[in-house]
């Protein structure tokens, strides 16, 4: 097998595609032939040595993929070799194969495309998390989604919609506005153009959002803050912007608001049966048609130089998806 190493965490200029031996699965392990790996922005922290955990060097970037189960160890009774499978592991997706937890592998029902899955269940499963299970979302109330384009937030909107929310989708282009309207939102501010507190009063009557989902910190975060509803919920779900920001306590106190914390890669370790719920329900909705990711575009593995520099660039909207040159040549 092939992989795109980190030696060292520098960023992924230095990530180095090398063979190596192809895994024998552990007693709870499966093999997975990877078909297809979608690009986060956890992808990006885990080369630089930014986030939450660090893999052991050498490793293989990438953390959600879909592919075929290869082969599967001697304690795995779910899994079986030629099972369509999406994974979500701490790395390894930036492979031809990877080796993964059987706990961390979800089967696909038919007529779930691979491609798809690859962009699904990190975004997916992280926006679930975010707004159903810690934000309690209900049918009726209105969620501001910021950086509504990329990744998370494009499955935020989709989510909130199904749920009977109304949505407001914050971004940073007038184009990026018109890609989340087309995904479903009520309404589209562009925060580098216009006032957001202002924005958020014309368009809630005042009353402003009831929950707020951030995956991006930074300069808006306040701004956002200070117009949520009495009652509200703020999910603080990372930091693409790259700052961290300090709210002033009073704000949670006059609102009655609530600052809610979601951690999406640790509730699938400590709560794996609450997960599987949650993905099951998603997959449901995919078969529906209410969820369906935003693919930006197609590359071949050997472009992911190229893939990190969009991310970085903020150039994406959706996902990214990354496919083994063999595989979209064929």
């Known amino acids: 097998m092939h992989a795109w190493l ?67 160890g001697s304690a795995v009774a779910h899994l079986r070799p030629g099972m369509p499978v999406a994974a979500i592991a701490s790395a390894g997706g930036f492979a031809t194969h990877a080796c993964v937890k059987a706990l961390q592998v979800m089967p696909l029902p038919p007529g779930f495309a691979l491609r798809d899955a690859a962009a699904f269940a990190f975004t997916y499963g992280t926006s679930h998390h975010a707004l159903v299970d810690r934000g309690a979302l209900q049918a ?90 009495w009652r509200g919920r703020y999910l603080v779900v990372g930091f693409a912007d790259g700052a961290i920001p300090a709210l002033p306590w009073n704000l949670p106190l006059l609102k009655g608001a609530s600052v809610v914390g979601v951690f999406w890669g640790d509730f699938v370790r400590r709560e794996p049966a609450a997960n599987a719920r949650a993905l099951g329900t998603l997959a449901s909705q995919y078969a529906r048609g209410q969820l369906k990711p935003a693919i930006d575009a197609v590359l071949p593995l050997s472009r992911l130089a190229e893939a990190y520099r969009r991310l970085q660039a ?13 595989l979209l040549e064929a």
Do not use: M
């Open 6 to 72: 980190c030696d060292k965490l520098d960023g992924p200029e230095s990530l180095q595609w090398r063979e190596v031996p192809t895994p024998v699965p552990g007693p709870d392990e499966v093999v997975v032939a990877i078909h297809a790996a979608s690009l986060n922005f956890p992808d990006l922290l885990v080369v630089q040595g930014k986030y939450q955990f660090r893999p052991a060097l050498p490793f293989a970037p990438g953390a959600a993929f879909a592919g075929i189960v290869e082969s599967v």
């Open 314 to 326: 903020r150039e994406i909207r959706g996902k990214l998806v990354l496919v083994p040159d063999a």
């Open 140 to 229: 009726g109330e209105t969620v501001l989604v910021l950086g509504a384009a990329g990744g998370v937030g494009s499955a935020a909107i989709q989510i909130a919609k199904a749920a009977g929310a109304t949505v407001i989708a914050a971004a940073s282009t007038d184009a990026k506005c018109d890609f989340c309207r087309a995904l479903g939102a009520d309404h589209a501010i562009n925060y580098e153009r216009a006032d957001l507190r202002e924005s958020l009063k014309a368009l809630t009557q005042g009353r402003g959002p009831d929950v707020v989902y951030d995956p991006v910190g930074g300069r808006h975060a306040e701004a956002a803050f200070r117009s949520i509803a």
